[in-house]
T-cell receptor
Framework: AQKVTQAQTEISVVEKEDVTLDCVYE???????LFWYKQPPSGELVFLIR??????QNEISGRYSWNFQKSTSSFNFTITASQVVDSAVYFC??????????????FGKGTKLTVNP | DTGVSQDPRHKITKRGQNVTFRCDPI?????LYWYRQTLGQGPEFLTY????????KSRLLSDRFSAERPKGSFSTLEIQRTEQGDSAMYLC?????????????????FGEGSRLTVL
């Protein structure tokens, strides 16, 4: 069975601080995908990134960066110089390999990030 | 607006009534998914369609739940004899999956959800 744990329920930071959201996953499959989604107050989940299990390279996209470490089964997400607009609930998710790669996403419980001005 | 749209956005009903939610995916997307999200939890997979074929159903989808995608475009999710435990946000998502050797991003495009409250 697959499981995703986001131990941080809520995080509050002041604007311009860096913040890291933790994600730990469990799966027995050797091929899988990891995702991060953002859910702003409007409710619509927004895709941020997908990583496959064979690609452990860290990725940076603007102020966002992701650190994937298979050795610790972690896929952490860092926001640099946070902004008020980053306030949202962030979900880490896992799916096992299949065509398309995302038929059944298993989500963590999410981390609510509040960025205060 | 060319995103995923869901209707209604909010539904309040009494226990025992039937409700139906509709999802219109992005037009060229061949896959459509239903997820359920309760307060403070992440979304949970319910079912998905490849075109009009329902390929997988979660154990969460009891006999009171039925989903259809009759022409491979929009989908409906019906809940019969609603119970208070059915109160949740029902999320629809779609994606375009290229099955024949294509590269897929794995990105799901979600709608804003249909919030169900069962009194």
């Amino acid at each position: 069975a697959q499981k995703v744990t986001q131990a941080q329920t809520e995080i509050s930071v002041v604007e311009k601080e860096d913040v890291t959201l933790d994600c730990v996953y469990e799966t027995r499959d050797t091929t899988y995908y990891l995702f991060w989604y953002k859910q702003p107050p409007s409710g619509e989940l927004v895709f941020l990134i997908r990583r496959n299990s064979f690609d452990e390279q860290n990725e940076i996209s603007g102020r966002y960066s992701w650190n994937f470490q298979k050795s610790t089964s972690s896929f952490n997400f860092t926001i640099t110089a946070s902004q008020v607009v980053d306030s949202a609930v962030y979900f880490c998710a896992l799916s096992v390999f299949s065509q398309g790669g995302s038929e059944k996403l298993v989500f963590g419980k999410g981390t609510k990030l509040t960025v205060n001005p | 607006d060319t995103g995923v749209s869901q209707d209604p956005r909010h539904k309040i009903t009494k226990r025992g009534q039937n409700v139906t939610f509709r999802c219109d995916p992005i037009s060229e997307h061949n896959r459509l998914y239903w997820y359920r999200q309760t307060l403070g939890q992440g979304p949970e997979f319910l079912t998905y369609f490849q075109n009009e074929a329902q390929l997988e159903k979660s154990r969460l989808l009891s006999d009171r739940f039925s989903a259809e995608r009759p022409k491979g475009s929009f989908s409906t999710l019906e809940i019969q004899r609603t119970e208070q435990g059915d109160s949740a946000m029902y999320l629809c998502a779609s994606s375009l999956v290229i099955l024949a050797g294509g590269s897929n991003t794995g990105e799901l495009f979600f709608g804003e959800g249909s919030r169900l409250t069962v009194l």
